[in-house]
């Protein structure tokens, strides 16, 4: 049996350049409002601000902290399927994929809060053959209609072993799913996917009867957590 390949990465964490433009509008937000508050409140209403102030700073923080892309050891491993996003397995189930298989795929499914990292990473290294965008609702991520009925991206990819199709959700908050492939395009394991802001959702479709190696509610990791793999 083929031993996983683990690749190093400077243990420092950066912010993902999907969050300037909101991390900027957000920082000239703190500064505005708090700037007028302390300008015109009266000093009796003082406390008020420092309030106003505190929590303006703390939302400031949890935005940047949204957007944070932490460097980590990625598993690397052709024989593995490894966890696409952070966030919390809620659904390990055979299910019929009626977009691109047109058969019976097992499906795991991984939710993001708004705390996780939401950057998405391929599962496996291979060619991208499908790319599609899906307009659709905004239901929350943990609705099983929020995989066929909410806005959506997929893509399937095509490595050694089998196709495997990433499918990025959007929940009730998330209003914006970035997909950074075209069909044609070569992907390794870990490589960026996308990103999906706020809570959402990555449904990961596999054959039947691929070995799965994650249980229900258990928390994974992207780009670490080896999910699923090939051997029998």
Same mark, same amino acid.
């Given at each position: 049996?083929?031993?996983?390949?683990? =690749?190093? *990465? &400077?243990?420092?964490? !950066?912010?993902?350049?999907? $969050?300037?433009? !909101?991390?900027?509008?957000?920082? /000239?937000?703190?500064?505005?409002?708090?700037?007028?508050?302390?300008?015109?409140?009266?000093?009796?209403?003082?406390? +008020?601000?420092?309030?106003?102030?505190?929590?303006? @700073?703390? @939302?400031?923080?949890?935005?940047?902290?949204?957007?944070? #892309?932490? %460097?980590?050891?990625?598993?690397?491993?052709? %024989?593995?399927?490894?966890?696409?996003?952070?966030?919390? #397995?809620?659904?390990?189930?055979?299910?019929?994929?009626?977009?691109?298989? %047109?058969?019976?795929?097992? *499906?795991?499914?991984?939710?993001?809060?708004?705390?996780?990292?939401?950057?998405?990473?391929?599962?496996?290294?291979?060619?991208? =053959?499908?790319?599609?965008?899906?307009?659709?609702?905004? /239901?929350?991520?943990?609705?099983?209609?929020?995989?066929? *009925?909410?806005?959506?991206?997929?893509?399937?990819?095509?490595?050694?072993?089998? &196709?495997? +199709?990433? %499918?990025?959700?959007?929940?009730? #908050?998330?209003?914006?799913?970035?997909?950074? /492939?075209?069909? $044609?395009?070569?992907?390794?394991?870990?490589?960026?996917?996308?990103?999906?802001?706020?809570?959402?959702?990555?449904?990961? +479709?596999? &054959?039947? $009867?691929?070995?799965?190696?994650?249980?229900?509610?258990? =928390?994974?990791?992207?780009?670490?957590? =080896? /999910?699923?793999?090939?051997?029998?």
């Amino acid at each position: 049996m083929a031993l996983p390949i683990f =690749v190093s *990465q &400077p243990a420092h964490m !950066t912010v993902h350049k999907e $969050g300037y433009q !909101t991390i900027a509008l957000s920082g /000239l937000f703190f500064v505005v409002i708090n700037t007028v508050l302390f300008y015109f409140l009266p000093f009796n209403l003082s406390w +008020l601000a420092w309030v106003i102030f505190i929590f303006s @700073f703390l @939302f400031f923080l949890f935005i940047i902290s949204f957007f944070r #892309v932490p %460097k980590r050891i990625l598993t690397t491993d052709d %024989k593995k399927i490894v966890a696409p996003a952070d966030g919390k #397995v809620v659904v390990i189930e055979e299910a019929v994929d009626d977009e691109y298989f %047109k058969d019976r795929r097992l *499906q795991i499914s991984i939710f993001m809060s708004p705390a996780n990292v939401h950057q998405n990473l391929s599962p496996v290294s291979g060619d991208v =053959v499908y790319s599609k965008y899906h307009k659709g609702k905004y /239901l929350v991520a943990w609705d099983p209609k929020s995989s066929t *009925q909410n806005e959506r991206h997929t893509v399937v990819i095509k490595g050694a072993h089998a &196709p495997v +199709l990433v %499918k990025q959700i959007a929940g009730a #908050v998330a209003r914006r799913i970035v997909n950074y /492939l075209k069909p $044609g395009q070569k992907i390794q394991q870990g490589g960026e996917l996308g990103f999906i802001k706020f809570g959402s959702r990555v449904d990961v +479709l596999l &054959p039947p $009867g691929t070995k799965v190696h994650v249980q229900m509610n258990q =928390v994974v990791k992207g780009g670490i957590t =080896v /999910l699923a793999s090939w051997e029998k």
